[in-house]
């Protein structure tokens, strides 16, 4: 079994920064593509960035400029910088990643999700 853990979030205004870390423990060969997905209040998730296991990343076009993913292999992490922080930005945000437990054996995983407040 896997487990990820969010963090970094919290109250920022608006123009502000700051950076999210999921961390993920378990039963772990490898680990494929992690990403970064958000849901505002009344809104479907949706996905901010991902990157894959060589280091290929795609963001939304919301955030292109503004959010940078990367990763840690050695240490299972996942980070989401997020600059120029604008009110829209407000969402719990939750870290997904693709893991093999065993050799070719991948399973998706998800994380209990960090709120991010921006205020205007």
Same mark, same amino acid.
């Given at each position: 079994? $896997?487990?990820l853990v969010e963090s970094g979030g919290g109250l920022v205004q608006a123009g502000g920064s700051l950076i999210l870390s999921c961390a993920a423990s378990g039963t772990i060969f490898s680990i494929n593509n %992690?990403?970064?997905y958000r849901q505002a209040p009344g809104k479907?998730?949706?996905?901010? !960035?991902?990157?894959s296991s060589g280091g290929s990343s795609i963001n !939304?076009? /919301?955030v292109n400029g503004r959010f940078?993913? /990367?990763r840690a292999n050695a240490k299972n992490i996942v980070y989401l910088? %997020?600059? /120029?922080?604008?009110?829209?930005a407000t969402a719990v945000?939750?870290?997904? %990643? $693709?893991?093999a437990g065993t050799?070719?054996?991948? /399973?998706e995983y998800w994380g209990l999700g960090t709120q991010v407040t921006v205020s205007s």
């Amino acid at each position: 079994q $896997v487990q990820l853990v969010e963090s970094g979030g919290g109250l920022v205004q608006a123009g502000g920064s700051l950076i999210l870390s999921c961390a993920a423990s378990g039963t772990i060969f490898s680990i494929n593509n %992690m990403g970064w997905y958000r849901q505002a209040p009344g809104k479907q998730r949706e996905l901010v !960035a991902e990157i894959s296991s060589g280091g290929s990343s795609i963001n !939304a076009d /919301s955030v292109n400029g503004r959010f940078t993913i /990367s990763r840690a292999n050695a240490k299972n992490i996942v980070y989401l910088q %997020m600059n /120029s922080l604008k009110f829209e930005a407000t969402a719990v945000y939750y870290c997904r %990643m $693709v893991v093999a437990g065993t050799p070719g054996r991948f /399973s998706e995983y998800w994380g209990l999700g960090t709120q991010v407040t921006v205020s205007s």
